[in-house]
């Protein structure tokens, strides 16, 4: 099974809907990301925690809300979404401690019509 | 803030060699990740270097030059499953005033051609 799973995989919503991406690790790790990848554009940070009463906005959160439910899931929303946030979601998840590297879920491809 | 440069697509052969180059710029530094990316996959982890020097895990080899803001990936023995993304990404140190996160690259497109 893999260690960081995403739901849905794909999604397909018109402008001005509400949308939620799921994000659940095993791995039990504190901190977890979501970032988002758009061609020629690297992975941009949304959200990040660092535990569940610990969250941060990253260098693109407007438009995005998010929520840490337990140490395990972090959720990540679109209150209305809107044609350009049209791109791929990750989440990601880091122990914290030593070189604390990023585990990556299989992504989130967005369409917003 | 930071700034990271890494080159938009490079183009090799089979069983050849590559190095994939990464310059940054950063009011502090903690740390440069490799990560390989297969297209509408996700990232997973190559390699990570803090102190001055090479790194070598198998095929791959990362070295580090923090003095000249400067980091490469070597690719040996070049394999068709090789063609992917390969994004370079540095972590500041958490005095710097920015974000304590990771600051990717764009990314660089290799293709490996038989």
């Known amino acids: 099974d893999a260690d960081v799973t995403q739901t849905p995989r794909n999604r397909i919503t018109k402008t001005g809907k509400r949308i939620m991406l799921e994000c659940s690790q095993t791995k039990g790790h504190d901190r977890m990301y979501w970032y988002r990848q758009d061609p020629g554009l690297g992975l941009r940070l949304i959200y990040y925690s660092f535990d569940v009463k610990d969250i941060n906005k990253g260098e693109i959160s407007d438009g995005y809300s998010v929520s840490r439910q337990a140490q395990a899931k972090f959720s990540l929303s679109l209150e209305s979404a809107i044609p350009n946030q049209t791109a791929l979601y990750f989440c990601?998840?880091?122990?914290?401690?030593?070189?604390?590297?990023?585990?990556f879920g299989p992504g989130t491809r967005l369409t917003v019509l | 803030g930071q700034n990271i440069d890494q080159p938009t697509e490079m183009t090799a052969t089979e069983g050849a060699i590559v190095q994939i180059n990464c310059t940054y710029q950063t009011s502090g530094f903690n740390g440069l990740f490799w990560y390989q990316q297969h297209a509408g996959e996700a990232p997973t982890f190559l390699s990570y270097?803090?102190?001055?020097g090479l790194e070598e895990k198998g095929r791959f080899s990362s070295f580090l030059s923090r003095s000249k803001g400067y980091s490469y990936l070597l690719l040996k023995e070049l394999q068709m499953k090789d063609s992917a993304s390969y994004l370079c990404?540095?972590?500041?140190?958490?005095?710097?005033?920015?974000?304590?996160?990771?600051?990717f690259g764009s990314g660089t497109q290799l293709t490996v051609l038989p």
């Open positions: 990601a998840t880091s122990e914290g401690q030593g070189r604390d590297t990023q585990y």
């Open positions: 990404a540095v972590r500041p140190t958490i005095s710097s005033g920015s974000a304590r996160q990771l600051t």
């Open positions: 270097n803090v102190l001055d």
